[in-house]
């Protein structure tokens, strides 16, 4: 089994998502970690490269230089993660989709609607891998939901509802810190704070555990500390394609609640829940029975949801490991194996139209709106 | 101490709602059960009431043979609750009202607004207490919660988020149960569903812990059973008159869930979460601090939460007694002390303006409308 | 439905016992408080009995007194409970048996295992009911577990685990306080600590979700704060005549637990866990299969767990209404139905037992010794 | 940074503990893979090792060719994990001590206590490192619970309550299973089964989080299920050399628990509580103050706490990386720091001495007895 050969560009040292993809990607053997554009700082980016491992000659000064030091190898790299500031991530997925690589994006694919689009055809264009880090939805625990519902076994989806809301930004008097500050921040974060933050999580994992796609939506934003341009609250209803009722609620003033990401989808024949907190469980009812326990790792799972594990049961296997599912199905999509599972460019636009959508609906007071990119409609 | 004289109209043999009234009249030895109308058949109430230990001349057929049996009397009951199907309540009501009696009414305290308007006024007029059934709020834990906010132990509060949601009518194969069914109808149930149901708890709640009011909403209703003509499930934003945000969802298709009533308010300096299936906890968190659990039971608790609890710490005390809370405070408020927290015909009417607001609110596509009682303007 | 006559010794005004018997005797209006000698102070005790509603000429001044004043009455009472000192309850307890009445005695029923064998032998001669008020098996979800086990639902019991720990007594500042010094002060207590107060209530629990006797024990007492004489952490082995093998611990000085009575037991086809501070869920795992959420109050349960539970699925009913539940179960067993679950004579004596073998045990080193009453073996 | 070489014996294809321990020393980055012996049938671990990754000369057939290959090498292996059936672990892990390797055994470290004393003296000699993987002991909330009770934030620990129970050996049909007889069987597993292995765990838990070791010990064994020869059930009391009362339950019967691995210690001045399912949370309470939530990740945590985490508060970090912070504080020990908290041959001895003991004691039904090796009384 020889690795396959990994880049990325951003996550330098300090920060949060660097170390989160480098175990992703080495946890299970699959990747080495061969290249590197690692901060916007040329040589400190160098250096940092140089110190985890990457030899000297592809440890690159910039994304720009590393498009170009990689595309003319042999041995170019298999995969490039783009974990750059927001606004980056567009134009230099589409460079490296366009050279012919493989791309793992941080969310969000990029700042706008039209942008994403263009990411969609080019990745279908190239017939490249164009994947983005939706990395709860590779919890084994959320594939055994997905594939439960597409086995039927809750019957048709009536409701989901989702909530990802959190207390860390919930301190007026931190506010200011620039950690925080600019995610409310126009001219940093865009259009949206919150919602595009944490939100287009739990509607990717709705669409994702219900297989379906968000049709309309109508949404209620908050800035609940006044000083913030950008809500910090936001609810937002949807319907989906195959008319299932979705509510979504998500907050970063939350206090007391950590890492508040929860889905619950019932259908006409059970309900199922999941809670990021507590991955290794799925709690399933069946109408009319008793709420059950799933545990990962227990006996006669779907297969994804088996395939995704790594320890016996009830041993819990957490967040920087749901990273590293995405890079299993990344280096099992690499070796040419369908993973339909696996986020993609189109999820990746479809974020950003809920985005826009739910920005432009709370600026109209609710009014329902098409939340689909023109694409897709 | 001499036990206040009690009757019920309705709650007859077989009724949930009968047994709960009872246990919560008595379980203190404050009320005797002296008075009571309990079936529409009138000899099956009287026979009933007797079998229950009243008095054969205060077993009534009628609320109206009760109401002329009972005014005339010297030792007339101190106070009678009103426990007949929705449409009758406001006609009973305001007739003991009328006549001199303090009430307590189930919810909804009527079925439209101009109707609560008359009862606010009746027991302005009359001086007499007219209560509603909004029973969680005498839980200890959340006249705990509400002491915290009023004492600004989480300063001011930016947004309260709330649910009622069961799974109990999720059943299409049972929806014609008409003891599922009636709810649905609005030949019965009136113009809306499960928020008339549940979502008006979860609503009086909101405002019972921010000691705050509903001023504006919008609602986004859907009846997932297709073949419902009220709604099963409900999500409602709103603003309270001093500006905090709410959010409140109410399902009664939500499989899986049992009694799920929660409440999460979030201040500037902390939050606070109570759920209905573990009564006796408080979850409290100080902004930049670590999650608390407050004890039912423990030291330092605001009066009311101590006022209202029997047994030592941790020793749980449920639904019931949440009830027999309320009859505490009648008790207290009909010798004559000052019972703010005890939920009114105020209340009850906010209630009704915010079903009918939902409801108007919900087919304008989540049009955001004026939520309070013209009188409250 | 006339009610019956009930009496209670002890009790008095400012007691955390006396308010729990009578909401336990009033809640379902079954009792009707009729006689109290509450205080060991005679005046005291009678105005307060008078303040609660009974009759000048039944408020007593002792339980002499109550004994000669009730036996020569037509209408006496019905039930009398003993809710007195420790060391009281078998002079009282046999006073009234002999005389004809039923009692409900607070545990422990006596100090010594020679006297609750008296009680037992007496109980039986004048066939009066003698309960004991080990409440927590009247809980609706300890009646379900003990009619699973008796189906045979999970299976021969193979092991039976329970503790009850609280870390209310471990503040060693506070040792000198006269509430908590008493129970480790044997001139007060007895020969055993938090054994004998919170351990027997654990080991009844044991045998009656077994439906088997403790026959052997092995134990391990320890003073973790040395200025008691007596233990406040106790671990007891022991096994049952059919051979399932239990596992007891109590503790007082377990900061941070509450409530911590808990109880599992582990048969040959599945499991069941309970705790006290969540009763009305027990926990159900068949081997090889899914852990399952028992609902108090859903459709199938055992006749025991329906009978006793009030309120709807999922609306908890607490502490008080288990006490509550110990008077419906001598209401009916007063009227002439058996009641086989009402903790007996028999029950109280074989704690006893329990609690004098640990004693020895935990002085010899642990050694097994026989924990039947002699009349048992 | 250079990766530290490290080599595996043991854990080839289709176990269990290989992939775990790849992951562990690979997830960092901090050691590369490059040498294996990986299966005792030579040519399929050799194959296996290469399909791994592995270079053809370091895929050996067997422990001793890889010592002998090894040994000569400028290049040799930095760490070795010995991850082969318990009876061999003695052997393979002195002769590369002695070889001047350094090794991470699996438990147990040995079958004998006398083998224990063995490897502590040589490891001493070598002045390499041995360690055993208690992996259990890397989380870094048991790291925060060990550095608070070395702070004195919960006084002198009077109490420490252990259980490591769950039921995956409840099925009596199942007990032929070859994968779960072995284990109840002298001839393979030696004296102990349930407590040899996962008793053990909590016993070093025990004494990692009091920072004491236990002296004294009584212990209390059962074969639930007739057909074993060893116990599948076992109490253990036990006294520290601090004075602290111990209390450990562990149990492979226990059906419904699933990873029931739980501590808690009880001081003077507050209690704390782990459990293996929720590791992320460490659950302390203040001696009369209520219970809090400490979250991985919080803000002033415990340096040990804080250097073992790798992803924000609250995103769980599970087993796999326990196992990895083991690796961590290898590579971190091999560089020459001082790691007073990795688990070492002086840990595995006193376990040794630990089940021997126990074994004795329940054999003469708890005897109380010296639980000590030799070498440390």
């Known amino acids: 089994m020889t690795k396959l050969k990994w880049g990325m560009i951003g996550g330098g040292e300090g920060s949060q998502i660097g170390p989160a993809h480098r175990l992703g990607a080495q946890a299970d053997g699959l990747f080495e970690f061969t ?13 940092y490269a140089q110190r985890l491992g990457i030899a000297s000659d592809r440890a690159y000064g910039s994304w720009q230089e590393m498009l170009e030091g990689e595309k003319n190898r042999d041995d170019r790299i298999d995969l490039v993660t783009v974990a750059t500031p927001n606004a980056t991530h567009f134009e230099i997925t589409k460079a490296f989709l366009e050279a012919g690589f493989n791309v793992l994006c941080e969310k ?32 084994p625990m959320v594939r055994q939901a997905r594939a439960m519902v597409q086995a039927g076994e809750i019957g048709k989806v009536r409701l989901v509802v989702t909530n990802f809301s959190h207390g860390h930004h919930g301190d007026a008097g931190d506010a200011d ?50 000083s913030r341009e950008l809500e910090d609250d936001a609810m937002v209803n949807f319907r989906m394609t195959g008319g299932t009722v979705g509510r979504l609620w998500t907050s970063s003033v939350a206090i007391g609640r950590q890492h508040g990401f929860e889905i619950q989808a019932f259908g006409e024949t059970g309900g199922l829940r999941w809670h990021a907190e507590q991955p290794n469980q799925l709690i399933y009812t069946p109408v009319g029975g008793r709420t059950q326990i799933i545990e990962k790792g227990e006996g006669g799972l779907h297969d994804d949801a088996v395939r995704l594990s790594r320890v016996a049961i009830a041993h819990p296997e957490g967040f920087p490991l749901a990273v590293a599912n995405i890079y299993c199905d990344l280096a099992s999509a690499i070796g040419g194996a369908k993973r339909p599972e696996l986020p993609s460019a189109a999820d990746g636009v479809r ?13 109209a007071d609710g009014e329902w709106m098409d939340a689909r990119p023109p694409m897709f409609r």
């Not at 554009?37 to 160098?46: E, F, I, N, S």
């Not at 933050?197 to 939506?217: K, P, Q, R, Y």
């Open 35 to 47: 290249a590197g554009a690692l901060d916007h700082r040329a040589d400190v980016g160098k250096e």
């Open 108 to 139: 969000p694919m990029t700042m706008s609607v039209e942008e994403g689009e263009d990411i969609v055809r080019v990745a279908e264009k190239t017939s490249k891998i164009c994947a983005v880090n939706y990395c709860y939805s590779a919890y």
């Open 177 to 226: 810190n620039p950690r925080v500050r600019w995610r409310y921040d126009p001219s940093m974060a865009g259009v949206s704070g919150q919602f595009a933050d944490c939100g287009i999580h739990a509607m990717h994992m709705a669409s994702f555990i219900c297989n379906d796609e968000v049709e309309t939506l109508s949404a209620d934003f908050a800035s609940t500390i006044s």
């Open 351 to 363: 974020s950003m139209a809920a985005v826009h959508t739910a920005v432009a609906s709370a600026k």
